[in-house]
């Protein structure tokens, strides 16, 4: 897929999922965690997704951050981004879905206002 110097995830997931080998197989690939809340009572919680992420990952320099829902989470990821990195939003239907909510967003990398990840 081509060369990106950073790689931001926007990721929600349910529960009832085996988070483990997911978020496994992604931990190499990406730099920047942007877990997040669903409006589900089915889903994990952000910051139950970033503690799986956080027992089983070997990166030392990769970060995460919990948001209330997709849109916030996709928001900080555009706020941290360089023109040159890539967002990625997966999980579940509701990650995706409330990031297309009102249609495909128009991203601009480097924007002010959002947390940061750290």
Same mark, same amino acid.
């Given at each position: 897929?081509?060369?990106?110097?950073?790689? !931001?995830? *926007?990721?929600? /997931?349910? /529960? +009832?999922? +085996?988070?483990?080998?997911?978020?496994?197989?992604?931990?190499?690939?990406? +730099?920047?965690?942007?877990?997040?809340?669903?409006?589900? #009572?089915? &889903? $994990?919680?952000?910051? $139950?997704? @970033?503690?799986?992420?956080?027992?089983?990952? @070997?990166?030392?320099?990769?970060?995460? /951050? =919990?948001?209330?829902?997709?849109?916030? $989470?996709?928001?900080?990821?555009? /706020? @941290?981004?360089?023109?040159?990195?890539?967002? *990625? *939003?997966?999980?579940?239907?509701?990650? *995706?879905? %409330? =990031?297309?909510?009102?249609? =495909?967003?128009?991203? !601009?990398? %480097?924007? #002010?206002?959002?947390? &940061? =990840? %750290?």
């Amino acid at each position: 897929m081509g060369f990106y110097p950073t790689t !931001h995830a *926007v990721f929600g /997931a349910m /529960a +009832d999922k +085996d988070l483990a080998p997911m978020l496994a197989r992604m931990d190499p690939l990406i +730099d920047r965690w942007y877990f997040t809340d669903l409006p589900t #009572p089915r &889903a $994990a919680s952000g910051a $139950a997704l @970033q503690a799986a992420w956080q027992a089983l990952t @070997q990166r030392k320099d990769a970060a995460s /951050a =919990v948001f209330d829902n997709p849109m916030a $989470a996709l928001r900080a990821a555009e /706020a @941290q981004a360089q023109a040159t990195d890539r967002i *990625v *939003v997966f999980g579940s239907f509701y990650t *995706v879905g %409330g =990031v297309l909510e009102h249609g =495909v967003p128009r991203l !601009h990398a %480097g924007q #002010p206002g959002s947390d &940061a =990840v %750290g």
